[in-house]
């Protein structure tokens, strides 16, 4: 498994393609983060890759209760506000006084399951291995911080 692996980042565009091959992402206004798994020890790393492990206890903490040896996924933290919209405001000022129980984990791809290289997997398929290994038959989050 790679030590460091870059994000899959969106492309912006003024207007969606013709066809109807494509997909979106919603901007969450949070902090690009990508995560990874191995043998017990997770490590989350900011898109310009910085560890924030030890900024992020409960997201540590909620990402080895997945149950994944070796695994990378590719996310955006963010703190939701009273009506569940993103609030950057907010998620600054947690990482300013070094107070992020209310973060959340947006995840976007699942990018290396157990030493498997997706990154260059059809995006639907990528999409239908996050969901059934996040969720699974109960189509609820394996935990509440991770989405």
Same mark, same amino acid.
């Given at each position: 498994m790679p030590l460091v692996i870059e994000p899959q980042l969106a492309t912006l565009v003024d207007r969606h393609p013709a066809s109807s091959d494509w997909?979106?992402?919603?901007?969450?206004?949070?902090?690009?983060? *990508? &995560?990874?798994?191995?043998?017990?020890?997770?490590? /989350?790393?900011?898109?310009?890759?910085?560890?924030?492990? $030890?900024?992020? +206890?409960?997201?540590?903490?909620? *990402? &080895?209760?997945?149950?994944?040896?070796?695994?990378? /996924?590719?996310?955006?933290?963010?703190?939701?506000?009273? $009506?569940?919209? +993103?609030?950057?405001n907010a998620l600054q000022n947690a990482f300013d006084r070094r107070r992020t129980p209310d973060l959340v984990l947006f995840v976007f791809h699942l990018l290396w399951p157990n030493g498997v290289d997706l990154r260059e997997e059809p995006l639907r398929q990528r999409r239908k291995l996050l969901l059934d290994r996040a969720v699974g038959r109960s189509r609820e989050p394996a935990h509440p911080l991770i989405q």
């Open positions: 997909s979106y992402k919603i901007k969450f206004d949070g902090y690009r983060m *990508l &995560a990874r798994v191995e043998n017990g020890t997770t490590t /989350l790393i900011t898109r310009n890759g910085h560890d924030w492990t $030890s900024r992020m +206890p409960r997201l540590r903490k909620a *990402l &080895a209760s997945i149950g994944a040896d070796h695994l990378w /996924l590719d996310a955006e933290a963010v703190v939701l506000d009273a $009506s569940g919209k +993103p609030d950057f």
